[in-house]
Structures are given as C-alpha cells and as structure tokens.
C-alpha cells in the first residue's frame, strides 16, 4: 500500500479528495491536514511514502513545507497540487525538491496515477504547466526584492516596509525600484501583481 499524506485547506475538497483516494486498492490515505504548519510533524509522525500538498494554506504555504520536508523526511516524496498553475510556482515546487505538480481541475484518476510514479522515483507534471514555465523563464527577482514586494502589500509606506525587514527607506526604495524594473511596470502595485499572477511570491 501506498502511504498518502494530503493537505488542503479547503475542507470539502479535502474530503472528497481523500474518499476517492481511498476508492484505489494500493493506496490509503495516512493523514488529513488543513494547515500547512502542520505538514512536517505530521510526516514525521506518520511515515507517508507521499505527502499531497496544497500551495496556499493557512499557517505556512505547501511550498514551504515541502522545501522542509526534503530535509526533515527525505523518504516522503511530495506532490503539488493546486488551483493556482503559474509558472513560478512550478519552478519553485521543483527548486524546493517536490516529484509532481498538478493543477486541481485534472481527474482524480490522474492523482492517482501521479502518487504512483513519484513512488516508483519519477517526476510528475501538467505538461501544459511544464511548457509555460519553460516559455516564462526563471524568476528574475532576488530573494530580498520578494520580501521587500511582499512587505508592500495591503498599502504598506516605504517606513513600514523597512521597520518590518528591519531595512533602511533608502534601501526598501532601492529594492522596489529595481523590483518594478525587472517586472517590466510602472509601479509597486504593478510588480507586485505581476509577481503574483508569474508565482514568484
């Protein structure tokens, strides 16, 4: 039997993810989880061979969890699934060390048949997916131009920004403007955006 972890937030979803699951003879369904800070002791505890992670959960993003559990439970592999099919969430599943990435709308047959081959140590992924990422290209924003365009969100002033990444104004202005010049807009509303809809944040 194959051993499945899955986490998604979404309690309706998350159920009848877990009932047809269960419907395949060489799976059972080890552990059902809403949050995503839940995700590694959960593993931990419970020895999945797979972990089906959703990308946006509350208390810590799938991505993130998956990033930790390569190193905290390297035998589990991890599967991505999610509404969201932006390329930069690919890109970043695969840089945190996840087998598989598939958007929701795919038949559950398809799931089933993914589980399967990370098990057996392929790599799984919507090959439309797969195709827009190669045509978007890798994320050209730095690590602390993320967070400085994060910090903006929800009206956040230069002042804010730097009192919460403990930055000087100068430097959170250097870091947007350099933000919104690789992102090819106008503005900080813009970049961030943009960075959102490409799933480099």
Known sequence: MIRVLLAEDQGMMRGALATLLELEDDIDVVGLLARGD??????????????????????RSGLDAAAELATAVPS???????TFGRPGYL???MDAGARGFLIKDSPVEQLA??????????TVVDPTLAAAA???????????????????ADGATIAD????????????????SAAIGKT??????????????????
């Open 134 to 152: 190669l045509r978007a290209g890798p994320n050209p924003l730095s690590a602390r131009e993320c967070d400085v365009l994060a910090a903006s």
């Open 76 to 82: 589990c592999r991890v599967l991505i699934v999610t």
């Open 38 to 59: 839940e995700v590694v002791d959960a593993c931990v505890r419970l020895t999945p061979d797979v972990a089906v992670l959703d990308i946006e959960m509350p208390g």
């Open 113 to 122: 048949d993914a589980i399967r081959r990370v098990v057996a140590g392929e």
């Open 91 to 93: 890109r970043r599943a």
């Open 161 to 176: 920004i730097a009192g919460s990444l403990h930055l000087s104004e100068s430097t959170v202005r250097n870091y947007l």
């Open 184 to 201: 090819n807009t106008r503005n900080r509303i813009e970049a961030l955006n943009a960075a959102r809809t490409n799933g480099w944040l």
